[in-house]
């Protein structure tokens, strides 16, 4: 079966403004922060060449930036169609911009919503795409380690770890995940790529604020990969007693692999000790 599962661990494209462009590679970011706020720490994989795909890999993403005493980060997974186009929107009309921290609490919502309605339009009038045609992404930008805002279109989602619970933050992908992750995927073989073309919704975008308390332990963010063989809580329970968030993320994927997913698999770990 290895002729397909080339795991990527470095798929991400880093900017010279995103973390690590000095150029020095770890698993994984353990960066500073002030006293009271909680460490966190992020780790993510993505699945090369996965079968019945192009050839095209998602992109992932870390920005940190300070503005006006503020710390802002920012995460993401994009699939190929979107690459890191959202993040250079957000760096030209947001975090370019060195607003005041009340500007950034009360703007961020706003311009994540810009950001990804303006690039799907492009994308769309570039390319002669339809309304129906899929792309699909997860984002946050958290604030200070407190306010969480989150953005996923398409079949990406984010998971919020609350005390061994998962919550899914969006209001996207919530049909029926009750049939066992074996029939669905012998049903989607039975029927090729139309099956899951049928239940697709599109580049649906949902964005929403929340708060980051001392139960929220992690965040899932991951692509259609992940969850379409595996419930929310499913994949909290996998790596919930994983402490490294990069080991989370490769544990992650490469269940997704031996499930046998059809479609793209990247994830991103967050967690908050």
């Known amino acids: 079966m290895g002729f397909y599962l080339n795991l990527k661990r470095n798929a991400f494209r880093l900017k010279r403004f995103l973390l690590g462009h000095e150029g020095r590679k ?47 980060w920012y995460f993401g997974i994009f699939d190929a169609l979107i690459g890191d186009k959202v993040t250079k929107y957000m760096q030209s009309y947001f975090f370019d911009k060195k607003l005041q921290e009340t500007h950034i609490r009360r703007k961020s919502k706003e ?35 407190e306010k969480l805002v989150v953005a996923n279109m398409g079949d990406y989602r984010t998971v919020v770890c609350r005390d061994g619970i998962a919550h899914q933050t969006t209001g996207t992908n919530q049909r029926s995940t009750k049939i066992h992750w074996s029939r669905r995927l012998f049903a ?34 991951a692509s259609t990969g992940i969850w379409e063989v595996m419930q929310n809580q499913e994949a909290v329970n996998l790596i919930s007693h994983i402490e490294d968030p990069q080991e989370a993320a490769e544990c992650l994927a490469k269940e997704a692999l031996i499930r046998m997913s059809k479609s793209s698999i990247s994830c991103l770990i967050i967690r908050f000790d």
Not at 40 to 67: I, K, L, P, T
Not at 201 to 217: C, F, K, N, Q
Request: glycine share 6%; hydrophobic share 35%.
């Open 26 to 72: 770890r698993k994984y970011k353990q960066p500073k922060k002030p006293s009271w706020m909680r460490p966190m720490a992020y780790g993510y994989q993505v699945v090369e060449h996965n079968m019945a795909r192009d050839g095209s890999d998602d992109s992932v993403v870390a920005q940190r930036e300070e503005m006006d005493q503020t710390e802002l």
């Open 111 to 145: 311009a994540l919503k810009r950001a990804y309605l303006g690039v799907r339009a492009t994308i769309r009038e570039e390319h002669k795409l339809e309304e129906t045609c899929r792309m699909g992404s997860a984002s946050v930008m958290l604030i200070n380690g």
């Open 188 to 221: 989607a073989c039975q029927s090729g790529n139309a099956a899951g073309a049928k239940h697709s919704r599109g580049s649906a975008l949902v964005i929403r604020s929340e708060r980051i308390d001392s139960d929220t332990e992690f965040l899932i963010l």
